[in-house]
């Protein structure tokens, strides 16, 4: 215990032979904040998560499918808060682009998501009818893609399932901005479930997609 008065005749605290390296040292108290503040500052930041989002919540999947650099992927199709999210996945982590893939894992994926009964039975229903749609007649398929138009705030937009490489299908948004037109989205799409079974159904209408 430190003692009110030191040999020197003071207070204990109030010498600064006697009170350093104690709990009066006031110098004491100083360094400690500045090691403390020092190791904040070098403290490293959390590093942020590398690549895109992380879902761990029910979903339907197809794949693996391989992208033009080689690199694979799956497609997933995932009921998140605000609609029906459709991505590639990769190593666990959603991709930063519109989905694409062959026509035949877009059905098998519409048939995992009735299958585990993802989303209420009318968007189911109305997903697999798109799917079998017949083609209209030749003259009447007026553009090569599928599209339900809709809105994004003030400006238009259209849900697409157009042709990609290869015989694939892309699945993404356009968006139209004034004096500029029609501007792909490169990015995962999330829009209601009826968005993406009208673009379903006007992209057999046109012939896109076989009917079996």
């Not at 605290?13 to 500045?34: E, F, M, Q, Y």
């Not at 259209?158 to 990609?164: I, M, S, T």
Request: proline share 8%; aromatic share 4%; with cysteine.
């Amino acid at each position: 215990m430190t003692s009110l008065f030191c040999r020197h005749n003071r207070f204990t605290v109030d010498c600064p032979i006697c009170s350093k390296g104690t709990v009066l040292d006031p110098g004491r108290a100083r360094h400690a904040r500045g090691a403390r503040t020092a190791a904040r500052r070098s403290a490293p930041a959390a590093a942020p998560a590398a690549g895109g989002a992380r879902y761990r919540g029910p979903f339907a999947a197809t794949g693996p499918l391989e992208d033009d650099e080689g690199r694979t992927y799956e497609v997933r199709l995932e009921k998140v808060p605000g609609g029906v999210r459709l991505g590639e996945w990769a190593g666990g982590e959603l991709r930063r682009r519109a989905p694409v893939l062959g026509e035949g894992d877009l059905r098998a994926l519409v048939a995992a998501a009735c299958e585990r009964e993802l989303l209420p039975a009318r968007d189911r229903d109305a997903l697999a009818e798109a799917l079998s749609a017949e083609a209209a007649p030749a003259g009447e398929q007026a553009r090569p893609y599928g599209a339900s138009p809709g809105r994004a705030g003030e400006l238009r937009d259209e849900l697409r399932v157009e042709p990609a490489d290869d015989g694939r299908l892309r699945v993404a948004r356009w968006v139209r901005r004034p004096g500029v037109g029609f501007e792909l989205v490169d990015a995962p799409v999330m829009l209601p479930a009826r968005r993406y079974a009208e673009a379903l159904r006007d992209a057999a209408r046109g012939g896109l997609l076989s009917g079996a």
